[in-house]
Nanobody
Framework: QVQLVESGGGLVQPGGSLRLSCAAS????????MGWYRQAPGKERELVAS???????NYVDSVKGRFTISRDNAKRTVYLQMNSLKPEDTAVYYC?????????WGQGTQVTVSS
């Protein structure tokens, strides 16, 4: 069965770093674009970063220069390196795999940035 399992979230102080991982199984990982979304309380889910099958990346303006998305097709894993974290980055982060007419979601991992 299809699974996307996020890990690496936690509590960090402003200015700190976290690295999120999403381990995929049950589908042809290399054929899917991958993305990281986040959802803060009371807000809509937001696409933070994406990486396509050719490793082209895109980021929402608020994280440019601070976050880096990458993928390792051999390990069937997508990563989100988050540096210089801010309180406004606090959210549940979700891994997404996209292919035309279908997509898959992980269960989410909590990131809390607070002093």
């Amino acid at each position: 069965q299809v699974q996307l399992v996020e890990s690496g979230g936690g509590l960090v102080q402003p200015g700190g770093s976290l690295r999120l991982s999403c381990a995929a199984s049950g589908f042809t990982f290399s054929r899917y674009a991958m993305g990281w979304y986040r959802q803060a309380p009371g807000k809509e889910r937001e696409l933070v970063a994406s990486i396509n099958t050719g490793s082209r990346t895109n980021y929402v303006d608020s994280v440019k220069g601070r976050f880096t998305i990458s993928r390792d097709n051999a390990k069937r894993t997508v990563y989100l390196q988050m540096n210089s974290l801010k309180p406004e980055d606090t959210a549940v982060y979700y891994c997404n795999a996209y292919f035309p007419n279908r997509d898959y979601w992980g269960q989410g991992t909590q990131v809390t940035v607070s002093s």
